[in-house]
């Protein structure tokens, strides 16, 4: 079956400029999360989805990062006025929603801010 | 708090050498999971393992074999006989809480050559 998958897979914007990133869970995950990788780095926890509901945001930087999930499946996190510290790989993880399952992650997003 | 700490940043071997990568996790929950991903250079995060905090065996999976010990909080993994295909950067991560959320650890990048 299809495993996650995430659009764009490179963009480049100017500083100041709005993004909208997209992921498409694995079909049937009910549970659905946003990471962010700077280089060398491991992942950094974002927001997670259950459903169509945040149920955890704690990781948004500020509020100039939004993420949303109308219907439940697919997901769009967006970026205002971006700076050049947002400059990352934005990665996209789903799970069938039974805690501590093990998540499976798309290729992401490599954003560049110039 | 939670944190995850992989000390060795990169490790190089020859190939059918062992090597262990080493992973210290710290929590204050006592229900938490551990895992480990593998990260190849095409940058997609692959699972390979999970591990709860009621159970301490040690488990095997072919060439892969992982140590978890709660009195030293430590959850190390093995690869005996290393391949150039096991080259990657390794990450060790803890989820604890309802939400799953994923903290990992900055990885360890494993260079397997000829």
């Known amino acids: 079956g299809a495993g996650v998958s995430q659009t764009p897979s490179n963009k480049v914007t100017e500083k100041g400029k709005y993004v909208e990133l997209r992921c498409d869970p694995i079909?049937?995950?009910?549970?659905l999360y946003w990471y962010r990788q700077s280089l060398g780095q491991g992942p950094e926890f974002l927001i997670y989805f259950q459903g169509t509901g945040a149920a955890d945001d704690s990781g948004l930087p500020n509020d100039r990062f939004f993420a949303v999930r109308p219907e439940g499946s697919v997901s769009t996190l967006k970026i205002q006025r971006t700076e050049r510290g947002d400059s990352a790989v934005y990665l996209c993880?789903?799970?069938?929603?039974?805690?501590?399952?093990?998540?499976?992650f798309g290729p992401g997003t490599r954003l560049t801010v110039l | 708090a939670q944190k995850v700490t992989q000390a060795q940043t990169e490790i190089s071997v020859v190939e059918k050498e062992d090597v262990t990568l080493d992973c210290v996790y710290e929590t204050r929950d006592t229900t938490y999971y551990l895992f480990w991903y593998k990260q190849p250079p095409s940058g997609e995060l692959v699972f390979l393992i999970r591990r709860n905090s009621f159970d301490e065996q040690n488990e095997i999976s072919g060439r892969y074999s992982w140590n978890f010990q709660k009195s030293t909080s430590s959850f190390n993994f093995t690869i005996t006989a290393s391949q150039v295909v096991d080259s990657a950067v390794y990450f060790c991560?803890?989820?604890?809480?309802?939400?799953?959320?994923?903290?990992f650890g900055t990885g360890t990048r494993l260079q397997v050559t000829l």
């Open positions: 993880a789903s799970s069938p929603g039974h805690p501590y399952n093990e998540q499976f």
């Open positions: 079909s049937g995950h009910t549970a």
């Open positions: 991560a803890l989820s604890t809480g309802t939400a799953s959320k994923l903290t």
